[in-house]
């Protein structure tokens, strides 16, 4: 059984990640974590063990993994790529040196390590086309940057202290509890609260430009399966490809006229963010985490735009 600290607790992840990870262990056995709180993550915040942690704060984050005897780190605190674009300095602060924090804390108590990698470790120069596991990664956001330096970090403190280190690659999240803190993909969730609410959606990523993108459910699986995998199998660890899905916000759009037959979409692209979205894959090929750890998504985009209206209706009303 699995004594977990979640750094990052309250965001898009972290607030589902945390309510998951406690059905699967047991409530006392997560310990959830942030650097802020606000009045709406009282419920989150009540519902079990929680820590006030900033990452850049190594001797914070050792108390807490003595205190609860923590042997598993998920690492959700980060900065996102449109953000990271206004603030590459906080970016680096967080991503980086919160993640260095993390892997040394792991390695002088003896934690194991998740840490997302996302699409955003590709750059313009990678095959965008079924991008394949192992290929030119040069990204140009300092989001992307960090990711590409996280990866290569995680494997370092394997390699050479072995502290056991999992991560995967993901793609633009959809979710309906909390809201995305400032990414490239968030088009995807803001357009479902605005076909309920307006029935239309101004789009800031332009028609045609296509990412890979996954339902929050599926996202939950994939870290918590990475996790109890048998390491003898994983030949990757820290950078998994995994898709769920692949479309543009046409495809989007149509697929929530199925249940909003009246939906408009319009267009007002925001050159940061399509220049950041042009930078990345189409579609990744995920093989390798499909055979190294039995990944395989639930959702395809209509099953989750009928999930995500259904239930976004109900936290809407
Ligand atoms: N969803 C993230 C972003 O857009 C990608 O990892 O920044």
Redo the contacts with the bound molecule.
Sequence with gaps: MKKVLITGALGQIGSELTVKMREVYGTNNVVASGRRIKEEHRQLIESGPFEIININDINALGEAVDKYKIDAIVNLAAI???V?EKHPDQCWQINMNGLYNVLEVAKEKGCMVFTPS???AFGPSTPPDKTPQDTIQRPTSM?GVT?VAGELLCDYYFKRFGVDTRGVR????ISYETL?G?????YAVHIYYEALKNKKYTSFIAKGTYMDMMYMPDALDAIINLMEADPSKLIHRNAFNVSAMSFDPEMLAESIRKFIPEFELHYKVDPVRQG?AESWPNSLDDTAAREQWGWNPKYTLDAMTEDMLEKLKRKLS
């Design positions: 996102l790529s449109a990271g996302s699409i955003a989001y990711k993901f793609p633009g999240l995305p400032g990414g490239t993909t968030d950041i």
